[in-house]
């Protein structure tokens, strides 16, 4: 079992950053897929960045220019670094590890409110 503890999550005006961390409790956390999804009320979970095991990363359109995703092997943590942010960009964050169909894990979430 792994467990990942989130943080950063805040309150923050339009056009601000925030920076989240995800750390794991596993030795191996090389060998995991990282990624950040989000849930805001009343909608479904939703992918926001990826970056794999060999650092490639992905992220949604949505945020493309204006998040970043990275890791940190040595310290087990993956990063989310949100400029520009909007309204529409608040929910509560999670973060996810994935290695292979059966190891699976998800973090308790951090809130992440954009307004003014």
């Known amino acids: 079992q792994v467990q990942l503890v989130e943080s950063g999550g805040g309150l923050v005006q339009p056009g601000g950053s925030l920076r989240l961390s995800c750390v794991a409790s596993t030795n191996i956390f090389s060998r995991y897929h990282m990624g950040w999804y989000r849930q805001a009320p009343g909608k479904q979970r939703e992918l926001v960045a990826v970056?794999?095991?060999?650092?490639?990363?992905n992220l949604a359109d949505s945020v493309k220019g204006r998040f970043t995703i990275s890791r940190d092997n040595a310290m087990k943590s993956v990063y989310l670094q949100m400029n520009s942010l909007k309204p529409e960009d608040t929910a509560v964050y999670y973060c996810n590890a994935k290695w292979g169909p059966n190891y699976v894990y998800w973090g308790q979430g951090t809130q992440v409110t954009v307004s003014s």
């Open positions: 970056i794999t095991s060999g650092g490639t990363t």
